[in-house]
């Protein structure tokens, strides 16, 4: 019986006690990479929603997701920081520029709808 209980007891120490100078495992890193380039994405998307929308309601929706975003982002980058981790540039930059020229050509389109049909 005594043994059943310091297992348990090592279990729940082995769970709650961490060593704080613990670095991040390759996965967790991972993560923040993929996590910190869906918030360029989003950014993206959100500012072309902001440029093509004509409702306040959502334009104001929009602003305050922005908001977030640039909050999530910096905390993030921060942390990555802090961590030790290299901020991925050149991939951002391979999957921003092709993701903006479309978002553009989007835009285009959506404005020549809405000035052919109004």
Same mark, same amino acid.
């Given at each position: 019986?005594? $043994? %059943?209980? #310091?297992?348990?007891?090592?279990?729940? +120490?082995?769970?709650?006690?961490?060593? #704080?100078?613990?670095?991040?495992?390759?996965?967790?890193? *991972?993560? /923040?990479?993929?996590?910190?380039?869906?918030? #360029?994405?989003? +950014?993206?998307?959100?500012?072309?929603?902001? $440029?093509?929308?004509? @409702? @306040?309601?959502?334009?104001? *929706?929009?602003?305050?997701?922005?908001? !977030?975003?640039?909050?999530?982002?910096e905390r993030l980058h921060n942390f990555m920081?802090? #961590?030790?981790?290299?901020?991925?540039?050149?991939?951002?930059? /391979? %999957?921003?520029?092709?993701?903006?020229?479309f978002l553009q050509e989007l835009n285009y389109?959506?404005? %020549? %709808?809405?000035?052919?049909? !109004?």
């Amino acid at each position: 019986m005594v $043994n %059943l209980w #310091e297992t348990a007891i090592d279990a729940l +120490k082995s769970i709650t006690d961490q060593d #704080e100078d613990q670095p991040l495992h390759v996965g967790e890193v *991972m993560a /923040c990479w993929l996590y910190l380039s869906g918030l #360029e994405l989003a +950014k993206v998307s959100v500012q072309a929603g902001i $440029n093509t929308t004509m @409702d @306040d309601e959502l334009k104001a *929706m929009l602003e305050d997701d922005m908001k !977030l975003g640039t909050s999530q982002r910096e905390r993030l980058h921060n942390f990555m920081i802090k #961590e030790g981790i290299t901020d991925p540039q050149p991939l951002k930059i /391979c %999957l921003y520029q092709p993701q903006a020229v479309f978002l553009q050509e989007l835009n285009y389109r959506m404005m %020549l %709808l809405q000035t052919t049909y !109004l």
